[in-house]
Protein backbone atom coordinates (compact mmCIF):
# COMPACT_ATOMS: atom_id res chain seq x y z
CA UNK A 1 0.00 0.00 0.00
CA UNK A 2 2.90 2.47 0.45
CA UNK A 3 4.33 1.89 -2.73
CA UNK A 4 1.14 2.53 -4.14
CA UNK A 5 0.95 5.37 -2.43
CA UNK A 6 4.27 6.43 -3.62
CA UNK A 7 4.12 5.81 -7.31
CA UNK A 8 0.57 7.47 -7.21
CA UNK A 9 2.44 10.51 -6.04
CA UNK A 10 5.14 10.58 -8.52
CA UNK A 11 2.34 10.07 -11.45
CA UNK A 12 0.67 13.39 -10.13
CA UNK A 13 4.01 15.15 -9.74
CA UNK A 14 4.66 14.04 -13.45
CA UNK A 15 1.36 15.42 -14.73
CA UNK A 16 1.60 18.55 -13.11
CA UNK A 17 5.22 19.03 -14.43
CA UNK A 18 3.89 18.07 -18.10
CA UNK A 19 0.99 20.84 -17.48
CA UNK A 20 2.79 23.18 -16.84
CA UNK A 21 5.47 23.14 -18.92
CA UNK A 22 2.63 23.05 -21.89
CA UNK A 23 0.81 25.88 -20.25
CA UNK A 24 3.68 27.84 -21.07
CA UNK A 25 4.07 27.16 -24.79
CA UNK A 26 1.61 29.69 -26.64
CA UNK A 27 1.94 31.62 -30.00
CA UNK A 28 3.73 34.86 -29.67
CA UNK A 29 3.12 37.21 -32.75
CA UNK A 30 4.17 40.51 -32.05
CA UNK A 31 6.63 42.56 -29.78
CA UNK A 32 3.68 43.13 -27.47
CA UNK A 33 3.07 39.36 -27.30
CA UNK A 34 6.85 38.93 -26.10
CA UNK A 35 7.23 41.95 -23.52
CA UNK A 36 4.18 40.40 -21.82
CA UNK A 37 5.97 37.16 -21.62
CA UNK A 38 8.47 38.10 -18.89
CA UNK A 39 11.75 36.84 -18.10
CA UNK A 40 12.20 37.29 -14.76
CA UNK A 41 14.40 40.79 -15.23
CA UNK A 42 13.80 43.73 -17.33
CA UNK A 43 14.64 43.66 -20.98
CA UNK A 44 15.81 46.15 -22.87
CA UNK A 45 14.17 47.07 -26.09
CA UNK A 46 16.51 45.99 -29.03
CA UNK A 47 16.57 43.03 -27.72
CA UNK A 48 13.18 42.64 -27.79
CA UNK A 49 13.58 43.98 -31.47
CA UNK A 50 16.31 41.64 -32.33
CA UNK A 51 14.21 38.72 -31.20
CA UNK A 52 11.20 39.65 -33.21
CA UNK A 53 13.56 39.81 -36.45
CA UNK A 54 14.93 36.57 -35.67
CA UNK A 55 12.09 34.92 -35.17
CA UNK A 56 10.64 36.25 -38.32
CA UNK A 57 13.83 35.12 -40.55
CA UNK A 58 13.59 31.30 -39.52
CA UNK A 59 10.90 28.95 -39.76
CA UNK A 60 10.80 25.97 -37.25
CA UNK A 61 8.62 22.79 -38.91
CA UNK A 62 6.81 20.16 -36.16
CA UNK A 63 10.15 17.68 -36.07
CA UNK A 64 11.61 20.79 -34.67
CA UNK A 65 13.90 21.66 -37.79
CA UNK A 66 15.30 25.01 -38.25
CA UNK A 67 15.12 26.70 -42.05
CA UNK A 68 16.44 30.32 -42.64
CA UNK A 69 13.73 31.95 -44.58
CA UNK A 70 16.71 34.33 -46.52
CA UNK A 71 19.54 33.05 -48.54
CA UNK A 72 22.53 33.94 -47.05
CA UNK A 73 24.83 32.85 -49.86
CA UNK A 74 23.04 35.20 -52.10
CA UNK A 75 24.06 38.03 -49.81
CA UNK A 76 20.66 38.60 -48.67
CA UNK A 77 20.95 38.85 -44.53
CA UNK A 78 16.85 39.89 -43.76
CA UNK A 79 19.05 43.15 -42.88
CA UNK A 80 20.64 46.09 -44.63
CA UNK A 81 24.11 46.52 -45.26
CA UNK A 82 26.08 48.74 -42.55
CA UNK A 83 28.82 51.46 -44.46
CA UNK A 84 31.65 52.66 -42.50
CA UNK A 85 30.95 56.26 -44.70
CA UNK A 86 32.19 58.24 -41.33
CA UNK A 87 35.53 55.81 -40.66
CA UNK A 88 34.33 55.43 -37.62
CA UNK A 89 35.61 52.26 -37.63
CA UNK A 90 39.37 50.97 -38.75
CA UNK A 91 39.03 48.60 -42.25
CA UNK A 92 38.98 44.76 -41.35
Known sequence: MKMFGRMMSCCVALL?????????RRKLNSITDLRSVG????????SFRLLHWFANAVDINMNGDISLTFGPNSGDYGSHYYHNNEQ???PL
Not at 39 to 46: A, C, I, P, Y
Request: negative net charge; without cysteine.
Open 16 to 24: LTFSSVSAV
Open 39 to 46: FGQSVNEH
Open 88 to 90: LLE
